[in-house]
């Protein structure tokens, strides 16, 4: 079974440009999930996918940060214009099922973002 | 909103000896608490979880104990091997999932 898919991989861009993230969730699961991992420190929940609709953006700094699940598959996370404390691993998960964040969350590799 | 703490935040031990990691909670309402694995350069790996209803649960040489009164939850690794090296996180889930901080593993050879 294939795993999260993310790209790129790594970024790196100058404050005030804008940057996005793509992800692919496992096959069949309905819920995504966004994180931001900041160097030292364990992951932040940015925002969570039941199919397209959203469950949970509290954390997502809505003033730059963006993200979409168009069709309930893929996703995109999306910064504009970004700031030099935004750079962090942004790392995409997914779960079968569930809007209780009780299920399984299987992450991908994530996206090392460096802003200059 | 769930607070997680976790401990010690590094630990090193000698290869073939035990490792126990350490987390406490805040929300009563936690349910599902999870121990991810993450290595250099990638993404958490899901280790062992437990749910609210359990209070041990055993996966070959990794263990996961859960005291709900207590409200902390402990991850055990047994004849530990250099490949154990890692970070590793738990995180506690009432509905969205909290993580700790880390604690880097060094097994020594």
């Known amino acids: 079974e294939a795993g999260v898919a993310q790209s790129p991989r790594y970024k790196i861009i100058e404050k005030r440009q804008s940057v996005a993230f793509w992800c692919n969730p496992i096959?069949?699961?309905?819920?995504l999930y966004w994180y931001q991992q900041i160097l030292g420190q364990g992951p932040k929940l940015l925002i969570q996918?039941?199919?397209?609709?959203?469950?949970?953006d509290s954390q997502l700094p809505k003033d730059r940060f963006s993200a979409e699940r168009l069709k309930g598959v893929d996703s995109t996370l999306k910064i504009q214009p970004a700031k030099l404390e935004d750079s962090a691993v942004y790392l995409c998960?997914?779960?079968?099922?569930?809007?209780?964040?009780?299920?399984?969350?299987?992450f991908g590799p994530g996206t090392r973002l460096t802003v200059t | 909103g769930e607070n997680v703490e976790q401990h010690p935040s590094t630990l090193s031990v000698q290869e073939g000896d035990s490792a126990v990691i350490k987390c406490t909670y805040s929300?009563?309402?936690?349910?599902?608490f999870p121990w991810y694995k993450q290595e250099l350069g990638k993404g958490p790996q899901l280790i062992i979880d437990?749910?609210?209803?359990?209070g041990e649960k055993k996966d070959q040489r990794i263990a996961v104990t859960l005291n709900k009164t207590a409200k902390h939850f402990s991850l055990h690794i047994t004849e530990t091997q250099p490949e154990d090296s890692a970070v590793y996180f738990c995180?506690?889930?009432?509905?969205?999932?909290?993580f700790g901080a880390g604690t880097r593993l060094t097994v020594k050879p």
């Open positions: 996918f039941q199919n397209n609709g959203v469950v949970d």
């Open positions: 437990i749910r609210s209803n359990v």
């Open positions: 096959s069949g699961h309905a819920t």
């Open positions: 995180a506690a889930s009432p509905n969205d999932m909290r």
């Open positions: 929300d009563s309402a936690s349910n599902y």
């Open positions: 998960a997914s779960s079968l099922a569930g809007t209780s964040g009780s299920y399984e969350q299987y």
